[in-house]
């Protein structure tokens, strides 16, 4: 089954577009790597 460009460069998109993403849990003890004051804000 032979890809086209344009289905390539769609299937690429959507790949890249995850790493542009601010995912967002509702996990109480989530914290973005690399961001140590977020432990205690909101408090």
């Given at each position: 089954?032979?890809?086209?460009?344009?289905?390539?460069?769609?299937?690429?998109?959507?790949?890249?577009?995850g790493c542009n993403t601010n995912h967002v849990f509702d996990d109480?003890?989530?914290?973005?790597?690399?961001?140590?004051?977020?432990?205690?804000?909101?408090?």
């Open positions: 089954m032979p890809v086209s460009q344009w289905q390539a460069l769609v299937l690429v998109l959507f790949l890249l577009s109480g003890d989530y914290r973005p790597l690399g961001d140590p004051r977020s432990i205690g804000r909101g408090q």
